[in-house]
Structure formats: structure tokens, C-alpha cells
């Protein structure tokens, strides 16, 4: 490839505008748009693979701007009525539709590359757990969009119509719509078979910190892109209808090849990163590798907790403390140990406070655990639940304290809490513990309201 003829191509075509739009696109999206990347665990600075797949999220409308763009690139030859000229030239079709394709892929590229550096950067400044097991998911999103890019040129180069950039940014969302994942289940799933799903350039959004894509995707969508783009420039580089046809194997081959590679399971697909899900403990009180950085303002306050719940709860007190590793659905119950009391720093009560705060947040999660579905976990669970939290860890302390760091006010916590809290410290202290153990046992099983069981409801 001519240095100087791609220095001209970038100075005087669209490809340097396909790079503006597309860097521009995605900073306005995740800078002025708020949503689930702004904060939590998954926050797309947050860690190295959650900024990774937030960045393939992206590319649900990167990709078509990268179609669309490479297909008005294509028409460029036909616009300016050179064609002819072109072909009467000694200089090989291939050349041409190199540099082509080479101005567009450096664009497009070093967009991509800028939006993930910016990622890097804060990523860097505050994640203690470094690795390099996001560098496909990265690489596979660059070449999405060379591979669309170069797609685009040869179809606008082979129907060269000025509807056909518009045409093809339509085809191409309507694609990543139509393959779009979900990630309310365990692990995310598509409207279509999850292998069909993986042939979108785009992924699900990021709820579960601690899933990464597994190698057999990476290599299946490597494969699919790979032929998508030999089909683009063998589009670009032939003239005749049949050759045409016959530049359309590639993608085929690719998409085939690919099915056979994507695994059929959405667990296969999206699986845990066991290396960073790994525990750190200090004594009883582990967090995930991923998250080593926590443990040290975790482990004074766990010890604490533990001590004060086996001092009322004898036996049956838990004996640990660890995080939540394993993918649930958003919709589904809980999960819940008799053993160790589960936490989760998407819990704001266990995620925003500190020292005595978070001694008595562990401790009201190991007196009645949440019960209700992750759609409430931001909140700290329902206000009912976390009432009785407060009013479990509050006897074993003495005082009535509405928990901190929940989505619920005091206020309205208080309310909830006072009445049911006045009745039970009016009661012998024998009948006292009796309730506080049912509400324990309640909220394990779920089979009842601990609040209710504290107010002298039906008991487990």
C-alpha cells in the first residue's frame, strides 16, 4: 500500500468523518446517556472486562455507522464517473480497493482504540486486579468494524446507488437488533438461538461483573468477521456478475464455519472468569479476587459481625463471610447460606459504608438475609425487608438504627421499623429471642415476612 496515496485518501475522503461520528457517537452515549455503565459494580471504568464488553455494547449502532459509512465510501468511483478510467489504468483493482479500505480501517480503528484507551485510562487509576483476558473482547470489536467497514464498500461499489448507504446502516441495525442479547436471565440470551445472537458484532449490557466471553467465541465470531470482510474487498477489487456471486463465499463459509464454532449454550458462551471470581480471604471474611481491593475496610467489620451473630444466634450463626460469585437471573430469589452470610457490592448497604456502618449492615444481612429478586437489590431490598433487617441488627446492638446506604430514607424506614420495634422490646426477653430466631429462620427459607414473623405474624 502507497503511504502517500492513503495519506490522500485520508486527507480528501469520508474516511476521517467515519471515525469523528463513530468516537463522537459512543462518548455521547455513555457520557450524556445515564444508565447501568454510569455506576455500580458494572460501571464500564469499573474493571477491565466490564469495560471491555460496554464498548462491544456499543457497536449495536457503531456497526451500522460502519456499514453505512463504507458504502458511501464504495460509491465514491461511480460519483466522480471514473470507473472506466480506473480499470484502463495498469495499476491492479486490488491496490485501489486496498487503500480503499486501509483509509476507512485506520479510522474506524483508532476511534475504537481512543474510546477503549479512554476506558484503560480509568480502569488503570481504579482497578487492583489487572489482567489481559479483555484484549480479545477488544480486538474482536476492532475488527467488527473493519470487517463491516470493508462489507460496506464492496455492496456500495456492486450496487451503486445512492440509496444504498442508507439501505445497508438500516440492514445492519436491523441485524443487531434482531440478534440483540438480554441479560435479565443468569447469563445473557437472545431472541434467536444464542449461536445466531453471537454473530452480532454487539454484546448484552453488563450486569454480572465477573462473566468474560469464552474462547470458542472469540474464535467463532474472529472466523464470521474474517469472511464478511474477504467478501467486502473481493467485492471491491471484481467487475463481472459472476465474480460477484462468487466474492459472496467468504461470508458464507465464514457464517458456517462460525455456527459451528458459537457455542449452542448461553453458559458456554458467557462464562465465569474463574481466575478473577477466585477467593481472597482474611480469616472468615473472603472477596473475590476482583474485588482484593475491598477486603481490607471488609474484614474488620466481618470479623465483628460474626462474632456478635454467633454470640445471639449460637449454633446456627453463620460462620463466614464471602461474596456472591455465581450468575442469577435478575428475576430469581436470592441466594442465601446457613454457613456465611453472602454480600454483594451492588448492595448499597454493604457497598457505600464503613466501619460501624458496615458492621451493622453485615450484621443485619446475617440476621435475615434478602429474600426478594435482584430487581430490588440496588435498593437493599424491599422496604418491608430491610425494616426488619434494621430492627434484627438493632436488638443484638441495643439501639434502634435504620441501616445506611439503602435507597430507603430513614424516615420511611423508621416508620416501618418503630411500631414493630416498640411491641417486641415490650415483650420478656425470652419471647424477644424467640422472634428475632424466626425471623432468622424465615428469611433463609422464604417462607414468610420477617417483619411480619417480628410483629407476631405467622411463623416459619
Known amino acids: 500500500m502507497n503511504i502517500r496515496v492513503l495519506r490522500i485518501e485520508l ?63 464504495g460509491l465514491r468511483d461511480h460519483r466522480s464517473a471514473m470507473s472506466e478510467l480506473l480499470m484502463s489504468t495498469p495499476r491492479p483493482a486490488r491496490h485501489r480497493a486496498a487503500t480503499l479500505a486501509g483509509a476507512t480501517a485506520i ?28 484484549l480479545p473482547i477488544t480486538l474482536v470489536g476492532a475488527l467488527s468494524l473493519v470487517a463491516g467497514a470493508v462489507l460496506g464498500m464492496g455492496v456500495g461499489r456492486a450496487v ?19 440478534l440483540r442479547q438480554s441479560s435479565d436471565s443468569a447469563v445473557p440470551t437472545g431472541a434467536v438461538p444464542i449461536r445466531f445472537s453471537l454473530l452480532s458484532p ?47 463465499a467468504p461470508v458464507l463459509a465464514g457464517a458456517a464455519i462460525a455456527l459451528l464454532v458459537l457455542p449452542s449454550d448461553p453458559r458456554r458462551a458467557y462464562v465465569v472468569d474463574e481466575a478473577a ?29 460474626l462474632r456478635l451473630l454467633r454470640e445471639t444466634l449460637g449454633s446456627h450463626a453463620p460462620v463466614s463471610i464471602r461474596e456472591v460469585t455465581a450468575p442469577r437471573a435478575s428475576s430469581a430469589t436470592l441466594e442465601r447460606s446457613r454457613t456465611a452470610v453472602l454480600v454483594d457490592f451492588d448492595d448499597g448497604a454493604i457497598s457505600t459504608v464503613r466501619g460501624k456502618d458496615l458492621t451493622r449492615a453485615l450484621l443485619a444481612q446475617g440476621m435475615a438475609p434478602h429474600c426478594n429478586p435482584r430487581t430490588t437489590i440496588s435498593s437493599s431490598g424491599l422496604p418491608s425487608e430491610t425494616a ?54 424465615a428469611a433463609l427459607s422464604c417462607s414468610s415476612d420477617p417483619l411480619s414473623v417480628l410483629s407476631g405474624g405467622e411463623s416459619p
Open 11 to 73: 486527507k480528501r475522503s469520508v474516511a476521517p468523518w467515519a471515525g469523528v461520528v463513530a468516537l463522537a457517537t459512543a462518548l455521547g452515549f455513555l457520557y450524556l446517556i445515564p444508565g447501568p455503565w454510569w455506576d455500580g459494580t458494572a460501571l464500564w471504568t469499573a474493571q477491565w472486562t466490564s469495560m471491555a464488553l460496554w464498548t462491544r455494547m456499543l457497536l449495536a449502532f457503531l456497526w451500522p455507522l460502519a456499514v453505512g459509512f463504507g458504502a458511501l465510501q
Open 388 to 441: 426488619a433487617q434494621s430492627i434484627a441488627a438493632s436488638w443484638v446492638l441495643g439501639d434502634l438504627v435504620p441501616l445506611r446506604g439503602t435507597q430507603h430514607s430513614a424516615s420511611s424506614l423508621t416508620a416501618l421499623a418503630a411500631p414493630v420495634w416498640k411491641e417486641l422490646k415490650a415483650l420478656p426477653r425470652a419471647e424477644q429471642r424467640s422472634r428475632i430466631t424466626a425471623a432468622h429462620t
Open 277 to 305: 471470581a477466585a477467593q481472597v480471604c482474611d480469616g472468615p471474611v473472603c472477596v473475590t479476587r476482583l474485588h482484593q481491593a475491598r477486603l481490607a475496610d471488609l474484614a474488620g467489620p466481618g470479623k465483628e459481625a
Open 160 to 178: 451503486p446507488s445512492p440509496l444504498t448507504p442508507p439501505a445497508l446502516a438500516v440492514a445492519a441495525l436491523a441485524f443487531t437488533t434482531l
Open 202 to 248: 454487539a454484546v448484552a449490557p453488563v450486569r454480572e461483573v465477573l462473566l468474560t466471553l469464552s474462547a470458542s467465541v472469540h474464535a467463532g465470531q474472529t472466523v464470521w468477521l474474517l469472511g464478511m470482510a474477504a467478501t467486502g474487498f473481493a467485492l471491491l477489487v471484481v467487475a463481472t456478475p459472476r465474480a460477484r456471486l462468487l466474492a459472496l
Open 107 to 134: 479510522t474506524l480503528v483508532s476511534a475504537f482504540v481512543l474510546l477503549v484507551y479512554l476506558g484503560t485510562v480509568q480502569v488503570f487509576a481504579k482497578s487492583a486486579y489487572a489482567h489481559l483476558g479483555w
